[in-house]
């Protein structure tokens, strides 16, 4: 997200005086919430869905997420890149590729 | 998101040839799953939560957003843009501030 | 729900006097939580699933549910039967039959 | 649930030939996208909720985990017993009273 984009949202919440709402418990079940509004688009099919409302969803999912990363502090490459470390870790190429496995089954492992 | 994170996540998923399950209906079900991962951290204290944990499951909520973004062909920037018009609309600094209303109780509508 | 299966279910949360965890809020969260375990069963195929690991994910949403009529003093006919006569209001056999269109858009409103 | 309002529910499905969007992996949406219009009760405060609003969100919860429990000829009892041996299992009361802590961290294990 671009600097001037993360700024808009930051400078949203400010003037409506809205940083005492975001806890991240609440930001947590806000970025639920918005999650099936987007899954919505989906809930009766997969392949036939308005690509708009589609767009709208996933953006609020998006400034949740950037209203949580502000509010700990965290930066996004920063935890992303910790997590992408993890998931290369747990799903090898040669044992994951083309299998939607979860990785404690890839591994041999029980759940 | 550093454009380096960006092709991380895409060489990711290239190499274990996973996007023949990026279906948009897959990743919306993927990402309301890991924003429950995410909420799992608060499920029953609002204040005390495990902060690598959070960062780690907001992680996966932002990897399948990018999934996302690239399946649709989507700018992250100007889908933010385009829902954060509708939102400086639908709630006004004069009649938001301080206020954690649904914007059809702060216009008078029935919901 | 058989009264002794609900029984079942309060004695649980007594004898390990965990109401004092289940406050309104905390169940929703546990609902959406236990919901999204249900939906990583369908999370990469909507024909391929263990029939045994949704029994266990639908069995607690139904738990957790359960401790939230308990919770609020809820009757589960009650509402359920209360919500039914908005359902049969909203989708009109003659206008809803075979279609699973958003009564909104059946009724020609915007959403 | 009383079987007459089971029988409310199932023919409202029947009436409006909805059995065809039915699918257990569509019912799974449905059941994540009704808990988080439940969970949306408690968005932004834990104690100040509508009461109507939640009834009528855990209502809809309810039913379509009715319609999942029809669509796979599962018995709400047999399955909920089943789930409440298992966490019996997990969570001895010895260990788990007063706590709200995972079974995995309960048993020493690493999670």
Redesign the interface.
Known sequence: ??QE?ID??RK?TD????D??H????L??????E?????????????E?D?QH???E??????Y?RN??DK?G?D??E??????D???AK?P?DK???K?DKYTKLNGCRQ
């Open positions: 997200m671009k984009t808009r949202i949203f003037e409506r005086d809205w005492q709402f806890t991240p418990s609440n947590a079940k806000s970025i639920s919430i999650a099936n509004e987007l899954l919505e688009c989906f809930q009766w099919s997969d392949t869905y690509v589609v767009k709208e996933l953006a609020d999912v998006l400034v997420c949580m990363l700990l965290l996004e490459d935890i992303v890149n910790m997590k992408m993890q998931n290369e799903y190429v994951a590729k083309g939607n």
